[in-house]
């Protein structure tokens, strides 16, 4: 059952310069945010500039994974603010040092 894997899944949240939030979920993080930042598919978050990773949670199923996507998805900006100040108080992005071949 595709649900039930045991690999690693995360939910992330991205933002952007402008402050707007992204929720996502994935089985591979830094490939995942890898192409949020090279903007390698058309949608939301190509079209605000959402690519900072600022927040993520890590699950051993897939099904737990989308059960908090959809969560959090339901919550308050307000909330999903509270939510990242409690472990990243500064809004730092996650994931620098990640790629040096894309850092300024």
Known sequence: M???S???HYVYILTSD?????IG???NLEGRVYQH??????G???KYNIHRLIYYEEFTYRY????????LKKWSRKKKLALIRMVNPKFEEIS???FPELEE
Not at 18 to 22: A, D, F, P, R, S
Not at 64 to 71: G, W
């Open 2 to 4: 595709s649900g039930y």
């Open 18 to 22: 402008n402050n707007i939030l992204y």
């Open 96 to 98: 620098k040092g990640w």
């Open 25 to 27: 979920v994935t089985r």
């Open 64 to 71: 737990e994974a989308i059960m908090r996507e959809k969560q």
């Open 37 to 42: 930042k090279t903007k390698q598919y058309e």
């Open 44 to 46: 939301f978050t190509k």
């Open 6 to 8: 045991e690999e690693k």
